[in-house]
């Protein structure tokens, strides 16, 4: 099982970043998938979610309305479009594959974001 995110960057606060991750090793189309950030410190925070064909998503409340996540099983990848960044975006964000079981077991090399003038 392989997860590798993308598009990590630096970003005025306002700004816009598209991440991706790319999956390989396993039936992409099978599993729900996530997006997670990190900031040292504090703790794991569930950004975004999505089903296994798209059709339902969570957002945390933090990055409702300024995010968009979405998958395409021709491609094995999963998005997240970030508008309106705010530098309490910042964090090292990750995607990673929800178990059966519910739990998160397989997870990217994560993808720094940086919102910052």
């Known amino acids: 099982v392989q997860l590798q995110a993308s598009g990590g960057g630096l970003v005025q606060p306002g700004g816009s970043l598209g991440l991706s991750c790319a999956a390989s090793g396993f039936h992409f189309s099978s599993f729900w998938m996530y997006w997670v950030r990190q900031v040292p410190g504090k703790e794991l925070e569930y950004v975004s979610g999505?089903?296994?064909?798209?059709?339902?998503?969570y957002y945390a409340d933090s990055v409702k309305g300024r995010c968009t996540v979405s998958r395409d099983k021709d491609k094995n990848t999963l998005y997240l479009q970030m508008d309106t960044l705010k530098p309490e975006d910042t964090a090292l964000y990750y995607c990673?594959?929800?178990?059966?079981?519910?739990?998160?077991?397989?997870w990217g090399q994560g993808t720094q974001v940086t919102v910052s003038s």
């Open positions: 999505i089903n296994t064909d798209g059709t339902s998503t």
């Open positions: 990673a594959r929800r178990s059966s079981g519910a739990a998160l077991d397989a």
